[in-house]
């Protein structure tokens, strides 16, 4: 499942960092922010409308916009 799809408080298993149609320097973005394969992640809480989300990782709360968290695959 994607990471936009978990609900706030629930914990999952980072699978997946991007896609193919990701382009490289926002992937190497993100693994450097610490959302790396097999990395505990927990969404936090979402924006009132939708367009973001926190999540906590390593320790760090950290922001996403929703089409980069649709990017990143975890299992529950």
Known sequence: MKL???SPGDNG??????????PQSIKRKL??????PLTKILM???APM???LEVEVR????????ELASAI???K
């Open 44 to 46: 936090v809480r979402r």
């Open 73 to 75: 695959e975890v299992t």
């Open 13 to 22: 298993i980072v699978a997946r960092v991007g896609d193919d149609e990701m």
């Open 31 to 36: 693994l450097s922010m610490g959302i790396t």
């Open 59 to 66: 320790g760090s709360r950290l922001c996403l916009r929703a």
């Open 4 to 6: 936009s799809e978990l």
């Open 50 to 52: 939708g367009s973001g």
